[in-house]
């Protein structure tokens, strides 16, 4: 089979590599499509730990081509990947906070992954989704799992105002949850005009563009901010926006050396919950319960599909303006 193999860091090989067999408690995956996210070019520069050789690709789903022994899956059956494998055993799968699990291993990042014609992957990270689902939408599944965690902790109830920081996948995911769990007033900081648009079509309420408004002028008093941008700016931009007594959920990486100043006295007496929110624990059931239902308008967000011979030009290359999410069809 063929697959796009990270051979070592800013080394990719389109390669022909042996196509696995499914033992007991694994099936054989026909890949229909994979994102590429920017994990992705991070782990092709050497910015974020991989293994080497490995396949890339962590936000897929297919076809069930062959099953294992007495696996409950069917050949055929239309399913979505939760793509970090963790031992559900340790104190913390225990206590269902999963993305700490010391054992953590993700498809894509230490085994093999999406970007590849098919994948062999555990029993227990299959999610079957609505037969008919249009393919593409399975390469959502994932980073929208992620944004139901932050969702999850924010714990929206309905009539909320809320800023998302940055209109990237996760921001107009965040945006489109905000919407479905009924926040009254949705705002969305972005600074590229083309997503800006995109946001108002699909939930948001206002949008600002950072470069000519001073955000923490022209948006304040927020209940809820999500940090979906994963810069310093955005972060600060957060404490100031929400409101005494506020809740700031933080989607957004930045590098994992950067250091800010915070003050300690403002979060005190305004209390301000600064919440981080990682990776999918238990969410991406949900998820793909919601894009199978087809709530989200996700094919606004599709900028481009490749083939596996398209990939080593999209990770040479940054997201050209505009762009939103790209999608591999192997
Ligand atoms: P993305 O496509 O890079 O989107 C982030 C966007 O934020 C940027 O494209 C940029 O859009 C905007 N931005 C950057 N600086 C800004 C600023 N100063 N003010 C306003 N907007 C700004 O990434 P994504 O896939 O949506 O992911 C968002 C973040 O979440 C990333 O940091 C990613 O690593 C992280 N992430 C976290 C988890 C988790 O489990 N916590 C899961 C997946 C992803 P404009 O050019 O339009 O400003």
Redesign the pocket.
């Known amino acids: 089979m063929k697959a796009v193999v990270l051979k070592a860091i800013n080394e990719l090989e389109l390669a022909e590599v042996e196509r696995p067999e499914p033992g007991p408690g694994f099936s054989l995956i026909r890949v229909l499509a994979c994102g590429i ?3 992705d070019r ?1 782990i092709y520069k050497g910015e974020y730990p991989s293994s080497k050789p490995v396949i890339l690709g962590h936000e897929f789903g297919g076809v069930i081509e062959e099953v294992g022994p007495s696996s409950k899956f069917k050949v055929g059956q239309l399913v979505s990947i939760d793509p970090n494998i963790v031992c559900g055993k340790c104190p913390d799968c225990l206590a269902k906070r999963t ?1 700490f699990c010391p054992e953590l291993t993700a498809l894509g990042v230490n085994i093999n992954g999406g970007i590849a014609e098919y994948v062999l992957t555990p029993d227990s990270q299959i999610y079957p989704v609505a037969a008919g689902l249009n393919p593409l939408h399975l390469a959502f599944i994932e ?1 929208l799992a ?2 139901i ?2 969702m999850d902790l924010a714990a929206l109830k309905g009539g909320e105002r809320v800023a998302i ?8 995911l965040v945006v489109q949850l905000a919407k479905l769990a009924g926040a009254s007033e949705i705002v969305l ?4 005009k083309f ?2 648009d995109v946001a108002l079509k699909i939930g948001a309420t206002r949008v600002v563009d ?1 470069k000519n408004e001073d ?1 923490s002028q022209v948006v304040t008093g927020m209940d809820v901010t999500f940090e ?4 310093v ?2 972060f600060k ?1 957060s404490q100031v926006i929400t409101r005494r007594g506020g809740c700031v959920i ?5 590098a994992a050396d950067t250091n800010l100043e915070i003050n300690p006295f403002s979060i005190v007496v305004n209390e301000l919950r600064i919440q ?5 624990p238990l969410t991406q059931s949900r998820a793909a319960e919601l894009v199978s239902s087809g709530k989200l308008n996700l094919d606004i967000l599709i900028s481009k599909v490749v083939d596996l011979d398209g990939v080593q030009a999209v990770l040479d290359t940054p ?1 050209a303006e505009g762009d ?1 999410k790209y999608i591999v069809c192997p």
Do not use: E, K, M
């Open positions: 996210c920017g994990t991070h993305a980073p992620c944004s965690r932050g920081l940055g209109g990237g996948v996760i921001g107009l900081v972005t600074r590229q997503r800006r950072p955000v979906c941008a994963g810069a700016d955005t931009q933080v989607l957004g990486l930045t981080g929110s990682f990776l999918n997201p939103i």
